[in-house]
Each structure stands twice: as C-alpha cells, then as structure tokens.
C-alpha cells in the first residue's frame, strides 16, 4: 500500500524517506530528536567552551615539541575550510592537512585548497588515487546498484588518513563534523559504516572488472577492528562552536579569498553529480531536504527559507543537466545507453553483500534490542 505524501511541518522532511514518523503535532521524527538532541547537549555556552578548550589543551600537548599536532582532512568544502582557518588563526594549532584526490577535484576546489595552505602557512599532504582502479571501483558501485556511491571516496580518505597518522605517530584527527548542522541524514539515505573494506571488496568482485586492486586504501580484519586505536582518533571541535555556515563562508571569502561553490559538497563533480542526479533520479533521495532541515533544527534558517530553496531545481537549465550527465559517462568511459540502464535497476542495500563484523556493536546491539523489548 502507497504511503500518502506527507511533509514535516517544522522542517523539510517528508515522506519520501518511507521510515519517517510523524508525531501529533505534525513534527516528524528527524527534527524531533536533532533539536532534543541539540538542547541537551549544546545548547550551553559555559559547557561547550569547555569542552572545545579541553581539545584544544589536549592536542596542543600531545603536539608539544612537534612538527604538527594534528591531522586535519582537507576538502576544500566549508566545513573543513573553516575548521582549518580557526584551528590556525583562532587556536594557533600546527596541523598537518590531507586531501584525497580522486579525479573529480573541481577548479574552484583546488584554487580554495591552494589558497587555505598558502595563507595559513601549513603542509598539505594529497593522497592521488589511481584512476583507474577509483572508476572501475565506481562503476561496480553503480552496476551493484547500491546507494552510497561517496562510500569510495569517504572510505579513501578516512583509510588514508589513518595510515598516516600511524606512520607519523598523530594521535588526533580533527574533523569538519558538526551536529548542530548535520544533525539530520536518514539511514537509508547512505551507508554508515564507511571504514567496512570488505563490503567494497564484495562488491567490486561481483560487478567490477578483472582488475586487481593494488593501491586503493583497503583495510584488514584486524585494522578494521582496531582503527582509532592510538592514532588518527577523532576530535570534532567545530561541534562546540557557534558555528554560522553563512558567516564562515563570509569570514574565508575575506580572509582565504574562499570561493563558494553554491550547495554543500558541491567542490567535487562526483558528489555534485551524486546528489543531483543519482541519488534523486534512481532512489528518490533529495540530500538537500536532510541538509537544510538540519539548519532549520539549529535556527540558522527558517522552514520558509528552507521551502524556497527546494523550489530551485538542482539544475539551472536541461542543457547543464545533459552536459553533466554527458561528463559523467565521459569520463567513466561508459555509453549513455549503459548509464540509463544503470538508473534503472531496483536498489540493492549493501547490507546484501560481505561484511566486516565487530563483536563489540553486534553485542550493543543485542543488548540495545533486549531492552526495547
């Protein structure tokens, strides 16, 4: 039976994610745990300057005497833009920044991430992939028809990340993240566990090419299991913030002379492409409805605001959204007529092929569902 169309009537939300849940009110479950969750643990001021300062004090001191004092990913998005200008300029911290290049870098991305290293004067390190083993890794992704495409590219960096925090003995990785304005992202919309080496293995052994894959960061059983142990673990201090998108993108704009890229994740083609095309054409997924109701549960936006900006259509003509499309199959090495069939394939959940599995969240689990029950 076909669920009647309904919208949150505080955020954006709707009923295009089928595992929504409305309340009496109207108010739809995503919101209503994102604010909740926002006035209990980051609505102090007192508390969360505290919290950030202790960051700050304890990376400063694991960094004592060294070269750098953190590891800092480098997208050239705003969020990791931002927390790199405020980790230098605002904390005067020595971090080391990482970028993982698949190919599908933007100019403005690259110009940003030139002028951020530049002007505030710390080392960058880029991570090159091999092309052809990224694309034919992608178009197993597509051919699966799995949803979370980004798996790739977030599994990279985040694998590479952690190999050179091992290899320099960095023992924090300082992320962009920030659940005041990330608070909302529905399960079925991606895939959680983006560290699970053996779930792309799977899939690229059933849909891939003959190709081996020698240089994409992979993870072992035993490094998935232990992979924040001693280095790379994850610090999130721009969650303690007062964190205005639209103000730091003014601040960078003056002060890196930042370029905007006019939607979130928009500095890489790919995951423009992703989220304009794919995710909405093939799995009725619109990311921009989880970002700005996010915003709307941390009162940087109104719900009317919100409602405007859905009524932009994700391209500004059909000609951009042809030479896109023709781009993608491009550079894929891919015809349009195997790319149309691609789209219409029924979704598969990556949960149907091999998995890493650690015994310590199978047995939260478990305890987490005996208690509910």
């Given at each position: ?14 009923t ?29 001021e ?6 950030l ?7 400063k ?6 070269e ?7 997208s ?13 300029k605002e904390?005067g ?28 004067n ?7 992939i091999?092309?052809?083993e990224?694309?034919?890794?992608q ?24 190999k ?29 566990d ?50 205005d ?21 928009h ?39 919100a ?16 030479e ?7 550079k894929m090495?891919?015809s ?38």
């Amino acid at each position: 039976m076909t669920r009647k169309y309904q919208v949150c009537k505080r955020c954006v939300m709707d009923t295009c994610n089928p595992e929504i849940q409305f309340d009496e009110n109207g108010f739809c479950n995503h919101c209503n745990y994102a604010i909740k969750k926002i006035k209990e643990n980051y609505s102090d001021e007192a508390t969360n300057n505290a919290k950030l300062n202790e960051i700050i004090k304890t990376v400063k001191k694991e960094g004592k005497n060294k070269e750098y004092d953190c590891l800092i990913g480098l997208s050239g998005g705003i969020d990791s833009s931002y927390l790199a200008y405020i980790l230098v300029k605002e904390f005067g911290l020595k971090p080391l920044a990482v970028h993982l290049d698949n190919g599908w870098n933007s100019e403005k991305a690259v110009a940003n991430i030139h002028n951020i290293v530049t002007k505030l004067n710390i080392d960058l390190i880029t991570h090159v992939i091999n092309w052809e083993e990224f694309r034919d890794l992608q178009i197993a992704f597509l051919k699966a028809s799995v949803v979370d495409l980004e798996m790739l590219s977030d599994h990279a960096i985040v694998v590479a990340i952690n190999k050179i925090a091992k290899k320099r003995k960095i023992k924090y990785f300082l992320i962009g993240a920030n659940f005041q304005t990330e608070s909302i992202m529905p399960p079925k919309w991606f895939f959680s566990d983006k560290k699970n080496s053996k779930n792309i293995v799977d899939i690229f052994n059933k849909f891939g090419s003959d190709r081996k894959l020698k240089t994409f960061p992979l993870l072992n059983y035993y490094e998935y299991l232990t992979f924040h142990n001693n280095y790379g673990q994850y610090l999130s201090p721009l969650t303690y913030m007062k964190y205005d998108k639209e103000e730091a993108k003014e601040i960078l704009q003056k002060e890196i002379g930042w370029q905007n890229y006019g939607a979130k994740h928009h500095e890489s083609f790919i995951t423009k492409f992703y989220q304009t095309y794919i995710l909405p054409k093939k799995f009725n997924i619109d990311k921009r409805k989880a970002h700005l109701s996010s915003l709307i549960s941390a009162d940087q936006i109104t719900r009317d605001q919100a409602l405007t900006e859905l009524e932009k259509p994700l391209f500004s003509s059909e000609l951009e959204e042809k030479e896109a499309v023709e781009y993608f199959c491009k550079k894929m090495e891919m015809s349009l007529e195997e790319f149309e069939q691609i789209m219409k394939q029924p979704r598969r959940e990556h949960t149907e092929f091999k998995m890493f599995i650690d015994p310590k969240k199978t047995l939260r689990k478990i305890i987490y569902d005996r208690k509910k029950n």
